[in-house]
């Protein structure tokens, strides 16, 4: 996670300079053509992802009198970006945006069969990473509150260990997101809204089913625009 951060963070600066100053050499014959103001932002929101883990199918006679759902947790979840802010001067507006997220450890108890054919409960521990890109449609009802809705799609790399068995996987990842921003000013913004999100499977070799992991989030953050 601190690779990447050294990575992203980094890029998403020179990334807002840049199209900062385009923005603002440009401002003029935006607004004047189209109504429309282009903001580069950055920001990060963290919170609460309550995630759920799943069979995502039970035919084999191993599972054939278990639930679907496997198990259900708490983990902590950060996400960073950097985007493009197209506000309008009707009110209406959309941004375009890079996010990156980073989902926390969280174990999840489940039926094991052992060699003997007999069941036991272990615990399987999962974490995933990875990035989205998005597009979100907001609306300034004034000056200080932007409500927006929002879909991203991305890859998500999953980890996964049981019993001393590791799996890394790298799946395709959604979500789709509600919430709104509170300008406190006009850089400077706070989020809060709420996420769901489905990182693929996290297992595929260890069980006869596959496992999958998605999560509903409760988020807070910041937006910082030029």
């Not at 969280?106 to 003997?116: F, I, N, P, Q, T």
């Not at 990875?130 to 980890?159: D, E, K």
Request: proline share 2%; aromatic share 14%.
């Amino acid at each position: 996670m601190k690779n990447m951060l050294l990575k992203v963070v980094p890029c998403a600066v020179l990334l807002a300079a840049g199209a900062s100053a385009y923005a603002a050499d440009d401002y003029q014959d935006d607004t004047s053509a189209r109504g429309f103001r282009i903001r580069p932002y950055i920001g990060g929101t963290a919170g609460v992802a309550f995630t759920n883990l799943d069979y995502t199918h039970d035919d084999h006679h191993h599972h054939d009198n278990h639930d679907h759902n496997v198990d259900d947790g708490a983990s902590f979840i950060v996400n960073p970006h950097v985007g493009l802010d197209f506000e309008h001067s009707s009110g209406m507006g959309f941004k375009v945006e890079a996010e990156g997220f980073f989902l926390n450890n969280d174990d999840y108890s489940m039926d094991v069969w052992g060699d003997d054919h007999t069941v036991y409960r272990d615990t399987m521990t999962v974490k995933s990473s990875g990035m989205f890109v998005n597009v979100i449609g907001n609306y300034h009802i004034n000056s200080v509150v932007v409500p927006y809705v929002g879909t991203g799609l991305g890859f998500a790399r999953n980890r996964s260990s049981i019993s001393g068995f590791t799996e890394h996987n790298t799946e395709l990842a959604i979500n789709v997101k509600a919430g709104t921003e509170l300008m406190l000013n006009d850089h400077f913004g706070f989020d809060v809204g709420l996420r769901y999100a489905d990182y693929g499977e996290v297992s595929k070799d260890y069980f006869y089913e596959k496992l999958q992991l998605d999560s509903f989030d409760l988020y807070a953050g910041f937006n910082l625009k030029f």
